[in-house]
């Protein structure tokens, strides 16, 4: 606060006049000087500035008038101080609250003090008034005040705690929040050392470096946290902030000390961490895409929406969405509709984006503005890839499509129906199907009480589909509108609700009519070519002809439903159902009216079917005798020229009207064939035995004379033969050179004819000749014979060659035989060798076999004839017989040798000209 004015009573004298006007002069403050009057006499010019006044103006004017002062609180006059000096001789000062009134109507506030002008006699001969303006001091003391005011005010009322400590770190004041916060009142607190308040809770370390370390070296310091345990209030944050203040003049300064309790709003800071590394995660791995834009640039995104683009985030960042739209138009499209999804309040739109890898997907989007205060913030989107449900719900709706037009076009039935009977749904085709114009008239129909033919029920269905909650292919019979049967096949499924209560069956039906009427014909048909099967096989095996008329009757009568027919074939008669006396009837009337049928004859009804003569007559005697309304009657005729010739017939009747269906005409007709065939069959047995019986005379006839000629050659035979190698040796004289060619002739003739017998002989007593097999080394056995083949190779102008591969080679066999079917062999080999040409004898095992292979250089087989070679009697041709002679009984005999032998013999010819090979295959004998 400024110090206010006072001054002494002054002396004066006349000699010190110019001295004071110059002091006066020099003063900072104002002066007047009045008379003992109180008007004015001089006044410098500061007082002149103040007062509005010039000395001029104002000398001699009453100082009341130049300087007029107010009360500043109550407004009024107040007496000038000057009047009081000249009334009492002292010195006045004024009070702090005055108001000086310029000559302008200016106020200021002012100081002042006057004083006595004595002089050397110790008269006053004057006052002085010394004042100062104090406008901008009072201003700045009220500002102050008012700041100190504001300050308790705002300390008073802040919602945070403070405390006030002076130097010794007292506590000067505490504001209602600290004694509220901390449970303690003013009396616990003022005055008190903060590290004692509560019972020294507020000993706290940190807080004693802040408050002794710290503050000191420091006007202030900020947001220093400490953690404490309170005994009143429990664990609590703090966030401490401190200032420095003067006060009063008082040299150490007081401590403003700000208490901010953050104990909740650290918990709110961890949650909203807690809260934030959630969401971070939550964004990072949600499958939706999110991303920020501004101004279309792109300002962070997840990893889903890149993994949905193809990008990697710093790819993205930066840069202008439109790169990312499948097209410009479509990124015109997009555009306006997040603008129109934003401004209208749209909950998504649907966009399509191209990948990195360049496939275009399909996009859901939500647009959102940051700030939804502020139209101008940066957009957050999220997206979801939608292209694969995009792609289900084009193919769902395809489907639904497929399905509407099936139902609507399908040539099957579908229907929704009730487990009470009501038609829900019924397709077009089911609509159709049961003969009614609309579905409507459809509805109305009651499925527990119409709807299937007999002996199906609707009650079948139900107890069917709840069992399994679905029937596939379930057969039954419906009724339609106007009460005919069709059939048809049922696929249908129980659809339930979560309590596995039934709601309705939804089925799908086919009409199988067609299909039921065809198997039910293809049945009979079956049936029917099962009993002609039967009598086909009697017919063709039967031996006896009453046996074969049975059969064949009661299989037709079994196949036909009936109980009543005949047959007759060659004076042979069956009766079934009819009295015996039909015969006679039935007969005469063919006698007499010379039917001769060349075709079945079929009536539906004899009684009432009009029939042409002379069918008529015997129609009529039929139903009115016997009873028949129905009959088929099938003639048995039998091939032979110039026509068919009729043995019998078939007749098959119903005494009841009926409609013969054309395969039971059939039936009839083919059986009555078949026994033609059979009685024709019969009687060509009947001559077949007869002609076997001849046969077989004439093959042992021919037996007796193969055997009485070869036993009648023998003997001559070995006659000739001796007395040729009688000549030969010489015992009948010395032959002629010529002689001696006739001789060789006769000889070489001689043992081809006593082979040719021996080989007859053989072939007759093969089948009864002993099979006489013993162990055979085939090696040593094939050696012992080898010097005998090369002479006869040697008579024939040939060379023998033989080879035998490494291995055993033994075998079980009749040696006499083998030897028979080698002779044999070679003796071909040689016959049909050229001049100077080889004959190879090649042995080898092969596959458990020992095959022996005879080749020659001859004339060679034709293809065609390679297999015919074998027969007895067969010669390769004529010619070869004239040149080579020969009956053909060779080959024949070594066949049936080697085969009984368990072997197998063949031949192999690259053709005529080309040489022959035959081979000779006889299992091995293994000893173990």
Not at 755 to 778: A, K, S, W
Request: glycine share 8%.
């Amino acid at each position: 606060m400024n110090q206010k004015l006072s001054m002494p009573a002054r002396r004066v004298s006349p000699q010190s006049e110019p001295w004071f006007r110059t002091v006066l002069y020099s003063i900072g403050d104002a002066v007047i000087v009045t008379d003992r009057e109180g008007r004015v006499v001089q006044m410098n010019p500061v007082a002149e500035k103040l007062t509005g006044w010039s000395e001029r103006e104002a000398r001699g004017r009453p100082l009341a008038e130049v300087f007029r002062i107010l009360n500043e609180e109550t407004r009024t006059e107040v007496k000038d101080p000057v009047s009081r000096v000249l009334e009492e001789g002292i010195v006045v000062g004024l009070g702090d609250h005055t108001l000086l009134v310029a000559r302008d109507g200016s106020e200021r506030f002012i100081t002042n003090s006057a004083a006595p002008v004595i002089n050397e006699q110790g008269e006053m001969m004057g006052v002085t008034l010394v004042f100062r303006d104090e406008t901008a001091d009072r201003k700045a003391q009220r500002a102050l005040r008012d700041a100190h005011d504001f300050i308790e005010g705002v300390v008073a009322t802040i919602r945070e705690p403070l405390l006030v400590l002076d130097g010794a770190l007292r506590v000067v004041s505490a504001n209602r929040a600290f004694y509220r916060a901390f449970h303690t009142t003013a009396r616990e607190t003022e005055g008190r050392l903060i590290y004692e308040l509560g019972g020294g809770q507020w000993n706290i370390p940190e807080l004693r470096r802040l408050l002794e370390d710290i503050l000191p070296s420091n006007s202030h310091f900020d947001d220093f946290e400490v953690t404490h345990e309170f005994e009143r209030i429990g664990r609590r944050v703090m966030r401490l902030n401190a200032r420095r203040i003067r006060h009063d003049g008082e040299e150490t300064p007081w401590i403003l000390l700000a208490i901010e309790d953050v104990t909740e709003q650290k918990s709110a800071e961890r949650a909203l961490q807690e809260s934030e590394a959630m969401l971070r995660s939550i964004l990072m791995v949600t499958p939706i895409g999110i991303g920020v834009a501004e101004d279309r640039v792109i300002r962070w995104v997840n990893e889903t929406f890149c993994d949905m683009v193809g990008y990697e985030a710093r790819e993205l960042v930066g840069r202008n969405v439109r790169f990312l739209y499948a097209s410009q138009e479509e990124y015109e499209r997009a555009g306006a509709q997040v603008y129109k999804s934003i401004r209208e309040g749209l909950k998504a739109i649907e966009i399509r984006l191209r990948r990195k890898d360049g496939r275009v997907i399909d996009v859901f989007a939500r647009v959102a503005f940051l700030s939804p205060e502020s139209p101008i913030s940066p957009l957050v989107f999220a997206t979801m890839d939608i292209t694969e449900r995009k792609r289900m719900e084009n193919a769902l709706r395809e489907s639904e499509e497929r399905f509407r037009s099936l139902y609507e076009n399908s040539t099957v039935g579908i229907y929704r129906t009730t487990p009470d009977g009501r038609i829900l749904l019924a397709n077009p085709a089911l609509v159709e199907f049961l003969g009614y114009s609309s579905f409507e008239e459809l509805a109305a129909r009651d499925l527990e009480k119409e709807g299937y033919a007999s002996p199906y029920t609707r009650a079948q269905f139900i107890e069917k589909i709840e069992k399994d909650g679905l029937i596939r292919g379930w057969e039954s019979a419906w009724l339609r509108k106007d009460g005919s049967v069709v059939w048809v096949r049922e696929s249908a499924r129980a659809v339930r609700d979560a309590n596995g209560q039934t709601l309705y069956y939804d089925g799908v039906v086919e009409d199988v009519t067609e299909r039921k009427r065809a198997e039910e014909r293809l049945h009979r048909h079956a049936l029917y070519m099962e009993k002609l099967n039967r009598i086909i096989t009697a017919a063709a095996s039967e031996p006896d002809l009453d046996g074969l008329l049975e059969t064949a009757l009661d299989e037709v009568l079994e196949a036909l439903g009936l109980q009543c027919g005949a047959v007759w074939v060659q004076g042979r008669h069956v009766i079934r159902g009819l009295p015996p006396r039909i015969r006679d009837v039935a007969g005469r009337g063919s006698r007499r009216l010379r039917l001769e049928l060349r075709g079945p004859l079929v009536s539906r009804d004899l009684a009432t079917e009009q029939m042409d003569e002379p069918y008529a007559s015997l129609a009529s005697a039929l139903a009115s005798e016997f009873g028949i309304r129905a009959i088929i009657v099938a003639p048995v005729l039998s091939e032979s020229d110039p026509a068919p010739i009729r043995v019998g017939g078939l007749v098959v009747c119903d005494m009841r009207p009926r409609a013969w269906s054309g395969e039971e005409i059939t039936l009839v007709e083919a059986v009555g064939k078949q026994l033609a065939a059979a009685a024709q069959r019969l009687r060509l047995i009947e001559h077949l035995q007869e002609m076997n019986t001849r046969l077989e005379e004439a093959l042992r006839a021919q037996k007796e004379m193969v055997h009485n000629v070869s036993h009648e050659l023998r003997t001559p035979l070995s006659v000739l033969m001796g007395y040729a190698e009688l000549l030969e040796a010489g015992g009948l004289g010395e032959l002629t050179p010529k002689q001696q060619e006739a001789l060789g002739l006769i000889m070489r003739y001689s043992e081809e004819l006593h082979l040719l017998v021996e080989r007859l002989v053989l072939m007759r007593t093969l089948e009864t000749r002993p099979f006489q097999q013993e162990i055979l080394d085939l090696r040593a056995w094939l050696l012992e014979r080898l010097r005998g083949w090369r002479l006869q190779a040697r008579r024939h102008n040939c060379r023998l060659e033989i080879e035998l591969s490494d291995g055993a080679f033994t075998v079980r066999a009749d040696p006499t035989l083998l030897d028979e079917v080698f002779v044999n062999l070679l003796d071909n080999a040689f016959k049909f060798n050229p001049e100077g040409g080889v004959v190879r004898v090649f042995v080898r095992r092969e596959n458990g076999f020992i095959i022996i292979s005879v080749s020659d250089q001859g004339v060679g087989i034709p293809d065609g004839e390679l297999d015919k070679i074998f027969e007895q009697f067969y010669q390769v041709s004529q010619g070869l017989t004239r040149r080579f002679r020969g009956l053909g009984l060779g080959l024949s005999l070594c066949k049936e040798i080697v085969e009984r032998h368990g072997g197998r013999i063949w031949a192999e010819s690259e053709g005529e000209g080309r040489g022959a090979t035959f081979y000779v295959s006889l299992p091995a004998y293994d000893d173990s």
